[in-house]
């Protein structure tokens, strides 16, 4: 455990906070190592960003609960991300060391050659960023509050419009950063004359993948709904995800540049695919509708995000449009 996570917990003087916010101390864990290089590189994109919006004494750290949840949190003017330690540890062997998730390597041998990186450590790196970024996006939804305490477990039982709004727009602002680092990736990676295959690619294997995580929080809900639950169905965030990488993957300078422009259309085919093929690799044999899904209700969950994106609650700030302003 770094030196430098616990100045962190140090910052924290109200004891009752402290102890509040039940936190990991996770010397000895078999996964330090790793918990380290979380930390590190996590904190690092903490600060930057809340200089960069404003964002006052950031603070990260683990807690000690086993769930993959991760919570923003605003108290006595801290501006806290805290992730669960099951995130990582569930995410270290259900990703990191999943042996059928390396054999992957061999399929997607050019990819990860190019990439110089493995499939299971670039869905690894992406998990975490997206978690994050999403997590600073319920920071800055909440920057005029004085204390505000946002948990991605979800409520099965409630209705809340409010609730999909604010975890459909934290969803949009973790995809812009996403569509950065894909874009990021493939131009650093691929060699121009299979560019656009090598974004596409990518971007299937960061949604199937994503999906899957989003699909493992215990109270998910399989059935696709619309109008239940705090937080959206996955196959509504998942479609939301992947127009809003699409549309910003689109914007990026150097693909412009390159005349290079793609579609939702070109990757929901592949995305189907790779979902299909990851349902050995996750154990997971519950996701045969969600190609169903795509071709039957694609319509419906289109409306039915464009009706919640249009119609922001006066409670909150849209972490889209602040990201928008500062472009």
């Known amino acids: 455990m770094t030196d430098i996570y616990k100045k962190e917990i140090d910052k924290i003087k109200d004891e009752s906070l402290k102890e509040s916010l039940n936190i990991c101390l996770y010397k000895d864990y078999l996964q330090e190592d ?3 290089n979380v930390f590190i590189s996590i904190s690092r994109i903490f600060a930057a960003e809340s200089a960069k919006y404003g964002i006052s004494n950031p603070i990260l750290l683990y807690n000690n609960y086993d769930s993959l949840n991760a919570c923003a949190r605003k108290s006595d003017n801290y501006n806290l991300i805290i992730f669960n ?12 060391e999943n042996e059928r998730l390396k054999n992957f390597n061999t399929e997607f041998e050019m990819t990860a050659r190019f990439l110089n990186i493995s499939i299971e450590k670039l869905i690894y790196q992406f998990t975490i960023l997206f978690t994050f970024y999403h997590e600073f996006a319920h920071l800055l939804q909440y920057s005029n509050d004085f204390s505000m305490n946002v948990s991605e477990d979800n409520e099965p039982t409630k209705t809340d419009f409010f609730g999909h709004y604010k975890e459909l727009d934290a969803d949009a602002y973790s995809a812009i950063h996403l569509a950065r680092h894909i874009n990021e990736y493939a131009v650093k990676s691929f060699p121009e004359n299979i560019l656009i295959q090598g974004i596409i690619g990518i971007t299937a294997i960061f949604c199937s993948n994503l999906l899957y995580h989003l699909i493992r929080f215990p109270s ?7 109008n239940e639950n705090t937080h959206p169905h996955t196959f509504i965030r998942i479609l939301n995800i992947i127009a809003i990488i699409v549309q910003y ?44 899904c795509i071709e039957t209700q694609i319509e419906d969950i289109t409306k039915y995000i464009n009706k919640v994106s249009k119609n922001k609650p006066d409670q909150i700030k849209s972490a889209v449009e602040i990201y928008n302003k500062f472009v």
């Open 85 to 96: 330690r099951g995130l990582l540890l569930i995410t270290i062997n259900e990703v990191l």
């Open 249 to 292: 993957i689109n914007q990026d300078v150097n693909l412009i540049e390159r005349k290079i422009n793609i579609t939702k259309e070109d990757l929901f085919e592949p995305i189907v695919d790779e979902v299909s093929r990851l349902q050995e690799v996750y154990s997971e044999n519950s996701l045969d509708s969600f190609r169903t």
């Open 34 to 36: 790793e918990f380290d």
């Open 220 to 226: 998910a809900n399989k059935e696709l709904y619309f």
